[in-house]
């Protein structure tokens, strides 16, 4: 069994904070311009494209906003030219982190990059440090309190889900990328409601932090993640719930 992306959980449920600030509209649109640069606006051949206008429409993005974005992406309207890079690393503890970037500023965004992992007593390291301790994998997150467990169980498994868990107050359902389409419509047809569901680097075990490592993770991530130029991060950090509970009293 995989390990999970704990902060991509802790992210999600302050996402709330993020869109009043305007960064999630900017990262949709970013992926949505990347997406149509490199696959073409038609969403029947495109199934990146596909995703990051689901993406948009649960996130009440206007459609001009999302018009704009393909259009910009296949060239119609003049745009930015944006470049997709990965970075690695490594955050307190040892912890493995990757930092998926579109800019149209390379130098600016791994100075800053740079700049925050010395801060936080980690090293961004060289391409293909850590991304081998990941997997892609399709990824979705189903409250407990609003699913009946054996049919989440049915219904994901029937789409194909190659592994469900437990993680406390929600269920964790990873799935081949190329599936995630197929749950994302199964769930839709039962109207089972999801909070997170998206293609994901999912860590293949994780590290549990506690105290100051614990401390500095989360605010190694949590500053990366408010990096203008910065669109996801995945990470093998992991930490309990009372240790997580602790720290926001």
């Known amino acids: 069994m995989s390990g999970h992306n704990k902060w991509s959980t802790i992210k999600h449920k302050k996402g709330a904070a993020d869109a009043k600030r305007g960064k999630l509209f900017s990262k949709i649109i970013k992926e949505i311009t990347v997406a149509a640069r490199m696959g073409g606006g038609d969403l029947e051949g495109n199934a990146r494209l596909r995703s990051a206008m689901l993406t948009a429409k649960a996130a009440n993005m206007p459609k001009d906003n999302i018009d704009r974005a393909i259009k910009k992406g296949t060239g119609e309207l003049e745009g930015y030219n944006l470049e997709e890079i990965t970075y690695e690393g490594y955050g307190p503890g040892g912890v493995a982190v ?20 010395s801060k936080y007593n980690g090293n961004l390291g060289e391409t293909g440090c850590v991304n081998w301790m990941f997997n892609k994998k399709g990824f979705a997150s189903v409250e407990k309190s609003s699913v009946d467990e054996e049919a989440l169980y049915d219904v994901a498994l029937e789409a194909g889900a190659e592994d469900i868990s437990d993680q406390g107050d929600e269920f964790e359902i990873l799935i081949a990328p190329e599936e995630i389409e197929n749950l994302r419509s199964a769930l839709e047809q039962k109207g089972i ?26 605010k190694l991530l949590d500053a990366l993640e408010e990096l203008d130029d910065v669109q996801s991060i995945s990470s093998n950090f992991d930490v309990s719930d009372e240790e997580m509970a602790q720290m926001q009293g």
Not at 98 to 116: G, Q
Not at 193 to 215: D, I
């Open 193 to 218: 409601k999801y909070g997170q569901l998206e293609v994901q680097m999912v860590p293949q075990t994780n590290v549990t932090l506690t105290g100051k490592q614990a401390q500095q993770a989360l």
């Open 98 to 117: 990757l930092v998926n970037v579109m800019t149209d500023n390379k130098n600016r965004a791994v100075a800053d990059i740079r700049h925050l992992f």
